[in-house]
């Protein structure tokens, strides 16, 4: 069964912090790996990963995929309160359909 | 900037009701999708379509039925609805090849 999972949960931090967000996927036919951005509504589309080991960056966000280890991180530095939210990772098994991870919810204190 | 739609965004109704949520999209994208979330929990997917005339159930079993008559439009349809059914529906579409889902805005439905 296709199965994605993100560590943590649920994460705490302050202002200006960096943070690191974890997503290790598991399925059939892997064609790219997405992260999202929910803040109150609809998920906002951030970055999609197709080869391993190029780094997309936007802003203080980036992210990474490593296709050998089944994962892919993303990074956000110098944290703001904006930046509260769910971050998703899903992946595109080749077409058949999304497969979500449960998310990240991130807090930032001022 | 994604063009994909969903009607009514907030819906209030009694047990019983049927109801219609609409998506569309002008994206012309062959793929959409109905996601339930619940506040603070993550996404399940309960139907897809590949196109016109394709529709598969999702991952978590739904009591909603779908159609695909339009490649534009994707409507999920409950005949009896209930207080379990109050959640947060999101579409979404994609495109061909390698793409990312688009979302629309959500329909948040109460059933009292």
């Known amino acids: 069964e296709d199965k994605v999972v993100q560590s943590p949960l649920s994460l705490v931090v302050h202002e200006g912090d960096t943070v690191t967000l974890n997503c290790s996927y598991e399925?059939?036919?892997?064609?790219?790996l997405l992260w999202y951005k929910q803040e109150k509504k609809a998920p906002t589309f951030l970055f999609m990963l197709?080869?391993?080991?190029i780094e997309k960056k936007s802003g203080r966000l980036s992210s990474i995929l490593d296709k050998k280890e089944l994962f892919s991180i993303l990074n956000i530095t110098a944290t703001q309160t904006g930046d509260s939210a769910v971050y998703l990772c899903?992946?595109?098994?080749?077409?058949?359909?999304?497969?979500f991870g449960p998310g990240t919810r991130l807090s930032v204190l001022p | 900037e994604a063009d994909i739609y969903q009607t009514p965004r907030y819906l209030v109704i009694g047990t019983g009701k049927k109801i219609t949520l609409e998506c569309s999209q002008t994206?012309?994208?062959?793929?959409m999708y109905w996601y339930q979330q619940d506040p603070g929990m993550e996404l399940h997917l309960i139907h897809y379509?590949?196109?016109?005339?394709?529709?598969e159930k999702g991952d978590l079993s739904s009591e909603s039925t779908v159609s695909r008559i339009r490649t534009e439009h994707f409507p999920l349809t409950l005949e009896s609805a209930r207080p379990s059914h109050t959640s947060q529906y999101l579409c979404?579409?994609?495109?061909?090849?390698?793409?990312?889902?688009?979302f629309g805005p959500g329909t948040r439905l109460t059933v009292l």
């Open positions: 979404a579409s994609s495109g061909a090849g390698v793409d990312t889902q688009y």
């Open positions: 399925v059939t036919n892997f064609r790219s």
């Open positions: 197709t080869s391993s080991g």
């Open positions: 899903a992946v595109d098994n080749y077409g058949q359909n999304f497969v």
């Open positions: 994206m012309g994208h062959d793929k």
């Open positions: 379509s590949y196109g016109v005339n394709s529709t």
